[in-house]
C-alpha cells in the first residue's frame, strides 16, 4: 500500500476529503498524516523558516519537517490547499519546495475549491503513486523490440510505432469516437511503419481515454500521461539523465513537470482555463484566416506588445484581438499576441508551482505553433526545446515504457 | 440526543482521571466512559450527562474542567487509528489549554482576590534614546 | 442565562468558565455534533460536504477561500445567536476549527460589529494574570443576568 502524506489547510472545511480520500483509494494508496507534537508545531519557525497566522498551515509545515527527517514515514506527499488563499499559496509552494530540495519523495501541489472531485483528483493520485510504485521502469532510457503507443487525447489520438529505440511510424487525427481515432490513428502508423499488427509485441495507451482504449485493445500499459509524457519528453530531447522541465499545452488541459533523471518530482495540472489551451490558438487561427501549422510562423514576425489584451479568457480575449484587428493592427502581432497570451497564463498560474530547471522542454501538438514556444522563452528568460515528434510525445513515452515490461 | 463531554483534570488537581472513571462506573448513570491522557469522555442522553459532570465537578470544582465534543468517543471517522495516524488538528488546541489549567485553578480557588498587575513598562522616548546614544558615543 | 459566544470558539477554559457561571457557552463542538449524528451522510472525518461553503456564501462572498466559507457554516449561526461575547486574543496555537486565521478574522469582525456585550482579554501567563482573568470574566458575566 502506497502511503500518501496529507499536508493540508482547508480541505475538511471545504467538504472535499472524502474525495481526497476516495481518489487514493481508487490508485491503491493511502491517505497518512504524519504525528507531530505541539512543541513541533510551536517551532516550525525555527525548523521551518516562517510560522504564519493559520494554525493548520504552521500544522502542515511541521508535518514537512517531520517527513523530511523521517522520509520512511510516507511514499509522496499532497500538499493541499483552499484556492484564493494568499497565505495557503505561499506556504504551499514553500512545503512543495522544502520537500522537493530536502528528500526524493514525489509531491503534488493542488488548490482546491469546495467542487474538486476525485475525479478531477485521480490523475494526478495516479500519476504520484505510478513514479512510487514503477521508478524501475520509469528508470528506462531505452526502447526495445517492436512496440506501438497511443495517446487518447481530448482533442487529437496519436500513435506512434517504435522499433529498437527509433521511431518508425506515426498516426495522427482529431479525436471524435474515442475508439475508432484510436484505431485510425493506429492503423496509420502501422502503414507508415510498413509493419503487421501481430508483429507488435507490446501496446502501452496513455491520455484521456487511455481506460476505454487499453480495454479494446488489450494494452499491456494504461497509464496517465504525466509520468509517460515526462518520459517521452526527455527521451526525444535527450535529457534522460539530471533536471528538466517538461511543459505540455494540451486540448483540455495544460501540465508542467518537474523532472529529475526522467522521473517526475513535481507536477500542476490545470484544465479549466480555454483561454490557456490549444483552443485558443485554434480560434486565433480561424480569425485570422490562417491554417492552424501556418499560426505559429506567422506570429514570429509579430510583436505581442502591439496588441491590447484585455483578458486571458477565451471569449473575452478572443474579443480584443478582434477589436485590435478592426483598429488596423497587423496579423503578425495579433497571432503572436494570442501565443504570448496563452504562455503567460501558463507561466503565472501553473509553471510557479514547480521547479522550472534547465531544459525546458515543450511537448504537444500546441509546441508546434512557433510563436506559443518563443513566448515562453520570452517570460522564462531560458531556451525552450521542442524535441522532433514533440506531438507525439504521449504515444513515444507509452511506446518506451512498455518496452520495459517485455523483459519482465 | 447523545451528547459527548470531555471531562479535563488539572496536572494539580488530586482528582485522577482513573478515579473519575471509577465514580462513573460506580454511579447510577447509564452512560459510556473512555479515559484518555488528560481525563475522561463521556457520552450518553444530553440531560444524563449534564448531571453527570455536575456530580463529577463537586470531587474538585477548581480543578475539574468540562468540554463539549462533537464525535461520540473512539468515532471511526476522527479516530485515528482508522484515519492515518497523527493527531487530529483540535488535539493540539486541548493540550495548549491543558497546560494554563492550573494557574486556572488556582485562580477560581483564590475566590474574589485579585492582586493588581503591575504596569507594562513604557518604551523609552525617542529623545532620551537619543540622549544615551549621544553619552554612550561620546 | 445569557448565550455567550466565546473566541477562540473551541475554547476549553472559555466554555467551561461561562457554563459554570450559569450562561450558555456558544461553541463548536455543538455545530460539529449537529454534522456528525446526522445519519444520511457521510463525508469524514466531519461530515462537512460541499454545502458547507456554499452555505458560508450567507457570510463571505465566493472568492473567499472555501474553507473560510465552509467553517463559517459552522460558526456563523453561533455568533447570529449569541448576546454577549468574550474574545481571547490570537495566543498562536489555534488549530481545527480555529486553525484558518482568516475564518478567525471574520468571526472577531462579525462578533464585534453585531453590537452585543464583548468581553476582551488575553491568555493568562502567570498567575497573577489568570486571577485577573477569572475575575474579569466573572464580573463580565455577572453583569449579563
Same mark, same amino acid.
Given at each position: ?36 507534537? /505541539? ?10 523558516g ?8 504552521? /500544522?502542515? %509545515?511541521?508535518?514537512?519537517?517531520? =517527513?523530511?527527517?523521517? *522520509?520512511?514515514?510516507?511514499? @509522496?506527499? =499532497? ?7 494568499? &497565505? ?11 520537500i ?5 519523495i *514525489? ?17 494526478? %493520485? &495516479? ?57 485510425? @490513428? ?15 509485441q ?37 535529457a ?19 523532472v529529475?533523471?526522467?522521473? *517526475?518530482g ?21 480569425? /485570422?484566416?490562417?491554417d492552424?501549422t501556418?499560426?505559429?510562423?506567422l ?38 499576441? @494570442? ?13 510557479? &508551482? ?9 511537448v ?15 517570460? /522564462?528568460?531560458v ?14 513515452? @507509452? ?7 517485455? &523483459?519482465? | ?14 482528582i ?9 462506573y ?71 489549554e491543558?497546560?494554563?489549567?492550573p494557574m ?10 485579585v ?12 529623545s ?11 | ?6 473566541y ?13 457561571m ?22 469524514p ?21 472555501s ?28 488549530t ?8 478567525n ?41
Amino acid at each position: 500500500m502506497i502511503r500518501i502524506a496529507q499536508l493540508s489547510c482547508g480541505s475538511e472545511y471545504s467538504g472535499i476529503q472524502k474525495e481526497i480520500e476516495r481518489a487514493a483509494e481508487t490508485v491503491g494508496a493511502k491517505i497518512v498524516y504524519p504525528e507531530v507534537s /505541539l512543541e513541533d508545531i510551536l517551532n516550525v519557525e525555527k525548523n521551518f523558516g516562517v510560522k504564519v497566522a493559520s494554525g493548520d498551515l504552521n /500544522l502542515a %509545515m511541521a508535518r514537512a519537517v517531520r =517527513i523530511v527527517e523521517n *522520509p520512511d514515514l510516507a511514499d @509522496a506527499v =499532497i500538499v493541499m490547499t483552499c484556492f484564493r488563499c494568499a &497565505e495557503a499559496a505561499i506556504i504551499r509552494s514553500e512545503i512543495r519546495k522544502f520537500i522537493h530540495e530536502h528528500s526524493r519523495i *514525489p509531491v503534488l501541489s493542488y488548490s482546491f475549491t469546495e467542487r474538486t472531485t476525485a475525479e478531477t483528483l485521480l490523475t494526478r %493520485m &495516479e500519476a504520484l503513486v505510478t513514479t512510487v510504485k514503477y521508478r524501475g521502469l520509469l528508470a528506462r532510457e531505452r526502447q526495445k523490440g517492436l512496440t506501438a503507443g497511443i495517446d487518447s487525447g481530448s482533442t487529437t489520438t496519436k500513435s506512434v510505432i517504435m522499433r529498437d529505440n527509433e521511431v518508425i511510424g506515426t498516426g495522427w487525427v482529431p479525436t471524435t469516437e474515442v475508439l475508432k481515432s484510436a484505431e485510425d @490513428a493506429f492503423d496509420a502508423a502501422i502503414k507508415m511503419a510498413g509493419i503487421k499488427k501481430e508483429e507488435i509485441q507490446a501496446v502501452g495507451v496513455t491520455g484521456y481515454g487511455r481506460f476505454l482504449v487499453g480495454k479494446h485493445i488489450n494494452a499491456r500499459l494504461i497509464q496517465e500521461e504525466i509520468t509517460v509524457n515526462s518520459k517521452g519528453a526527455v527521451f526525444l530531447s535527450d535529457a534522460q539523465r539530471g533536471p528538466a522541465t517538461v511543459i505540455d499545452i494540451g486540448g483540455m488541459d495544460n501540465k508542467a513537470i518537474s523532472v529529475q533523471d526522467g522521473i *517526475p518530482g513535481g507536477f500542476t495540472m490545470g484544465g479549466i482555463c480555454a483561454g490557456a489551451s490549444g483552443r485558443f490558438l485554434e480560434l486565433t487561427a480561424r480569425r /485570422l484566416g490562417v491554417d492552424i501549422t501556418q499560426l505559429g510562423k506567422l506570429a514570429l514576425k509579430g510583436d505581442f506588445r502591439n496588441v491590447a489584451m484585455n483578458s486571458y479568457c477565451i471569449v473575452f480575449g478572443t474579443q480584443s484581438l478582434v477589436n485590435s484587428l478592426s483598429m488596423g493592427c497587423k496579423p503578425e502581432d495579433v497571432a503572436m499576441a @494570442a501565443c504570448h497570451s496563452v504562455a503567460e497564463q501558463v507561466y503565472e498560474q501553473q509553471l510557479q &508551482e514547480v521547479e522550472v530547471k534547465e531544459p525546458v522542454i515543450m511537448v504537444g501538438g500546441t509546441s508546434l505553433i512557433e510563436g506559443l514556444p518563443r513566448a515562453m522563452e520570452e517570460l /522564462l528568460h531560458v531556451k525552450v526545446l521542442v524535441p522532433k515528434n514533440a506531438q507525439y510525445i504521449g504515444a513515444v513515452g @507509452a511506446a518506451l515504457l512498455v518496452s520495459g515490461l517485455l &523483459e519482465g | 440526543m447523545k451528547v459527548t463531554k470531555y471531562v479535563i483534570t488539572s496536572s494539580e488537581s488530586d482528582i485522577l482521571p482513573s478515579d473519575i472513571a471509577m465514580k462513573i462506573y460506580g454511579s447510577k448513570y447509564d452512560v459510556n466512559v473512555k479515559e484518555t491522557c488528560f481525563g475522561v469522555m463521556v457520552n450518553g442522553e444530553e440531560e444524563v450527562v449534564d448531571a453527570l459532570v455536575k456530580d463529577i465537578r463537586a470531587l474538585d470544582p477548581a480543578g475539574i474542567f468540562i468540554k463539549d465534543r462533537g464525535f461520540p468517543p473512539g468515532d471511526p471517522r476522527r479516530c485515528r487509528g482508522h484515519r492515518g495516524g497523527g493527531a487530529r488538528p483540535g488535539f493540539y488546541m486541548i493540550e495548549s489549554e491543558s497546560k494554563m489549567l492550573p494557574m486556572i485553578s488556582r485562580a477560581l480557588a483564590s475566590g474574589g482576590e485579585v492582586t493588581a498587575i503591575p504596569e507594562k513598562k513604557k518604551p523609552l522616548l525617542p529623545s532620551r534614546l537619543e540622549e544615551i546614544i549621544k553619552e554612550d558615543l561620546s | 442565562m445569557s448565550k455567550v459566544i466565546v473566541y477562540p470558539p473551541t475554547s476549553m477554559i472559555l466554555s467551561d468558565l461561562v457554563e459554570r457561571m450559569g450562561h450558555k457557552a456558544l461553541v463548536v463542538p455543538e455545530r460539529v455534533r449537529e454534522l456528525v449524528t446526522a445519519n444520511d451522510v457521510q463525508s469524514p472525518p466531519l461530515n462537512v460536504t460541499p454545502e458547507e461553503p456554499k452555505k458560508g456564501l450567507r457570510y463571505a462572498a465566493v472568492d473567499v477561500p472555501s474553507g473560510v466559507r465552509g467553517r463559517m457554516a459552522l460558526i456563523g449561526p453561533l455568533i447570529e445567536e449569541a448576546e454577549a461575547a468574550i474574545i481571547v486574543e490570537d495566543p498562536g496555537w489555534l488549530t481545527g476549527c480555529a486553525g484558518c486565521s482568516r475564518t478567525n478574522e471574520l468571526v472577531r469582525l462579525l462578533i464585534r460589529t453585531k453590537g452585543i456585550p464583548v468581553l476582551d482579554l488575553n491568555y493568562p501567563t502567570d498567575d497573577a494574570q489568570a486571577k485577573v482573568f477569572v475575575q474579569k470574566i466573572r464580573a463580565f458575566l455577572e453583569g449579563l443576568k
